[in-house]
C-alpha cells in the first residue's frame, strides 16, 4: 500500500485528507489491522517564515559576516551548521565533511524544523544580528 494523509478530528479520530486517500482505506476492512507512521505534515508558512528569516539576517548582518557569506544559500547553511543540524562523511582518503542535514519536506517533520527555527532563531542573534530582540525580528517580517 501507499502513504496517505489522514487528518484529527475534534473528535480525536482520524479521516482521509483527500478523495484518493478515502478510496484508499475503502479498501480496508473493518477488523484489518493498519500499520502507520505519524509525523505531522510541514507547514508551508511555516517554511516560507524560515526563509524569510534567512533573507532578513542576509541583509541586516555585518559587512565582515557579508565577506564570509556572500549569498542567502551560504547564510543558509552555515546558520544549519551552527545550530547543530549537520551529518558528517569520512572520505576515502580520510578527510571528514561536515554537511547540513536537509530541511526537504520529506527529511524533516514539523516538530523537528519548529526546533531547528527556534534554534537558528538563537545562532541568529547571538552571531549575526545586533541590538535587536526576537520580537523586533519577527516583526520586521
Excluded at 524569510?52 to 559587512?63: G, W
Excluded at 542567502?72 to 554537511?99: C, D, F, M, P, V
Excluded at 527556534?118 to 525580528?137: A, P
Aim: with cysteine; aromatic share 10%; charged share 25%.
Amino acid at each position: 500500500m501507499r502513504k496517505i494523509e489522514l487528518v484529527k478530528t475534534s473528535s480525536g479520530s482520524f479521516i482521509p485528507a483527500h478523495n484518493s486517500d478515502h478510496e484508499l482505506c475503502k479498501k480496508v476492512k473493518a477488523g484489518d489491522s493498519i500499520e502507520a507512521k505519524l509525523t505531522l505534515s510541514r507547514s508551508v508558512g511555516h517554511h516560507k517564515k524560515f526563509f524569510a528569516l534567512v533573507r532578513y539576517t542576509f541583509h541586516h548582518m555585518s559587512e565582515d559576516m557579508m565577506a564570509k557569506f556572500p549569498s542567502e544559500e551560504a547564510l543558509r547553511l552555515e546558520l544549519t551548521l551552527q545550530a547543530g543540524y549537520w551529518s558528517h562523511h569520512t572520505t576515502i582518503a580520510g578527510k571528514e565533511i561536515i554537511y547540513p542535514q536537509s530541511i526537504r519536506f520529506d527529511k524533516m517533520d514539523q516538530i523537528e524544523f519548529e526546533k531547528l527555527y527556534s534554534t537558528i532563531m538563537d545562532v541568529i542573534l547571538k552571531w549575526f544580528v545586533s541590538g535587536v530582540d526576537q520580537d523586533e525580528i519577527i516583526n520586521f517580517m
